[in-house]
């Protein structure tokens, strides 16, 4: 209406800040934008699926899996989809599927069109200290003046670590409706199990063996690798 009134093209479009160019391909299709449902974003929606059946499926699946809180990842859809492909009753209904290659690229347009994303599982964070930095300056500026005044080898300066290691090792991200706001992954409920890796490394570059540590008052049973300590 603006620009019908009188104004320039590019007096219009600097006015609302868009491009030109943008404004130019809305007046060219103005009939087309006002007979348009008001919530639609776009007058081309892009290809429309090769086999919209089979589509419907796998959305159905992947909300299946995300109720039980399972992680579903883009490799699980893709080898879903090749088994269904596989299967009589879809080969009927769509032509050609059992050759059908179910790419990345088809991938991504199946998400889009039904509104999925790759999701992180929702957790809270842990906080660093405000003070991080002044006291890693500190600690280090410390040990430098200890190698000095003792005049530590460098081989005998070790920095040393211990870090939990679950059992279960559930995935952090799943395939899952864009806008929910809580993300939840199903997990066999040993997640919080876990046993102790202890990792050193010395000053010179020398990495010493890991040691691992368990919660049994005897060593366990098996085939541990000669490169690590239990």
């Given at each position: 209406m603006y620009h019908e009134n009188g104004h320039s093209k590019n007096k219009t479009a600097a006015k609302f800040n868009i491009q030109t160019k943008q404004l130019r391909d809305w007046i060219s299709?103005?009939?087309?934008?006002?007979?348009?449902?008001?919530?639609?974003?776009?007058?081309?929606?892009?290809?429309?699926?090769?086999?919209?059946?089979?589509?419907?499926?796998?959305?159905?699946w992947v909300k299946e899996k995300r109720k039980k809180?399972?992680?579903?990842?883009?490799?699980?859809?893709?080898?879903?989809?090749?088994?269904?492909?596989?299967?009589?009753?879809?080969?009927?209904?769509?032509?050609?599927i059992e050759s059908f290659s179910f790419s990345n690229k088809w991938l991504d347009g199946f998400m889009n069109r039904n509104n999925l994303s790759n999701r992180r599982c929702t957790t809270i964070a842990q906080r660093l200290p405000d003070d991080l930095i002044?006291?890693?300056?500190?600690?280090?500026?410390?040990?430098?003046?200890?190698?000095?005044?003792?005049?530590?080898?460098?081989?005998?300066?070790g920095n040393m670590?211990?870090?939990?290691?679950?059992f279960d090792l559930p995935s952090n991200t799943t395939i899952d409706e864009l806008g929910a706001r809580s993300v939840s992954i199903r997990t066999t409920g040993h997640e919080k199990t876990n046993f102790t890796v202890?990792?050193?490394?010395?000053?010179?570059?020398?990495?010493?063996?890991?040691l691992i540590i368990f919660k049994l008052k005897n060593i366990p049973k098996g085939n541990f690798p000669p490169e690590v300590i239990i």
């Open positions: 299709k103005k009939p087309q934008l006002l007979n348009v449902q008001p919530g639609l974003k776009r007058l081309n929606r892009g290809a429309c699926p090769k086999y919209p059946a089979l589509e419907t499926a796998l959305v159905t809180q399972y992680a579903v990842s883009r490799s699980m859809i893709q080898m879903k989809a090749k088994v269904l492909a596989q299967q009589r009753q879809w080969q009927a209904i769509c032509y050609g002044e006291k890693q300056q500190a600690f280090l500026a410390f040990i430098m003046y200890r190698r000095i005044q003792y005049d530590y080898p460098l081989a005998l300066i670590d211990e870090t939990p290691v679950s202890v990792l050193t490394c010395m000053a010179d570059g020398t990495k010493l063996l890991p």
